[in-house]
């Protein structure tokens, strides 16, 4: 089982819809939760951390989170064709902040004008 | 505020060689990781420094190895280039300091390209 896990799409969605990208995590120690966004040939872009059950919302951006289930969900309201890009899930390594990530493969994500 | 950077942005090399990796952690920050990404897949970690010291390390041979400078930048060396080597280098730095899990959030910088031939 892969530590970390996403669906590596592609999603594709129409413009003004909400997208829902999913990953899930096998470390229960883990505390640390990240959503970075990588544009084709760019670097990873950190868009949002969550540390605490429930969700977090940053504009257009939520991250929800459920650490009993093991499973860090972003959803994107309103997309836009900007919002085309994968989306990378991380989550820090054992317990405490160890500051090792471990990176899903990264969702495909395709908004459509 | 500068952010991470990294230098060179591309680089060629041939089977058998060595190459060093520069990059400039983010203002006030004090701790940089090295990842590898492949085409297609996620970063890996490589290791992290802090305080000039390898704080933690990944799945990877000592073939590849690092240094912290006292003004928190960093290299990353690899020796005997293989052809699985190619990927793009990422480095992301952090602040070590504090007890909330934030100082986990890593900034990366834009990545160095490795081509091994």
């Known amino acids: 089982q892969k530590e970390v896990e996403q669906n590596s799409g592609p999603l594709s969605v129409p413009e003004g819809a909400i997208a829902s990208l999913n990953c899930t995590y096998s470390?229960?120690?883990?505390?640390?939760f990240f959503w970075y966004r990588q544009y084709s040939g760019k670097s990873p872009e950190l868009i949002m951390s969550?540390?605490?059950?429930g969700d977090k919302e940053d504009g257009r951006f939520t991250a929800q989170l459920n650490k009993a289930s093991q499973y860090v969900s972003l959803l994107i309201r309103d997309s836009q064709p900007s919002d085309s890009a994968t989306y990378l899930c991380?989550?820090?390594?054992?317990?405490?902040?160890?500051?090792?990530?471990?990176f899903g493969q990264g969702t495909t994500l395709q908004v459509k004008p | 505020d500068a952010g991470v950077t990294q230098s060179p942005t591309h680089l060629i090399k041939t089977r058998g060689q060595q190459v060093t990796l520069r990059c400039s952690p983010k203002s006030g920050h004090d701790t940089v990781s090295w990842y590898q990404q492949a085409l297609g897949q996620g970063p890996q970690f490589i290791f992290q420094?802090?305080?000039?010291?390898?704080?933690q390390r990944g799945n990877f041979p000592d073939r590849f190895s690092g240094h912290q400078f006292p003004n928190y930048s960093s290299e990353l060396n690899v020796n005997a280039l293989l052809l699985g080597d190619s990927a793009l280098y990422l480095c992301a730095s952090s602040l070590a300091s504090g007890i909330h899990p934030s100082y986990n959030e890593q900034f990366f910088g834009p990545g160095t390209r490795l081509t091994v031939l």
């Open positions: 991380a989550v820090n390594s054992g317990s405490g902040n160890t500051g090792k990530l471990i």
């Open positions: 969550i540390y605490s059950n």
């Open positions: 470390d229960r120690g883990s505390q640390s």
């Open positions: 420094y802090y305080e000039e010291e390898e704080r």
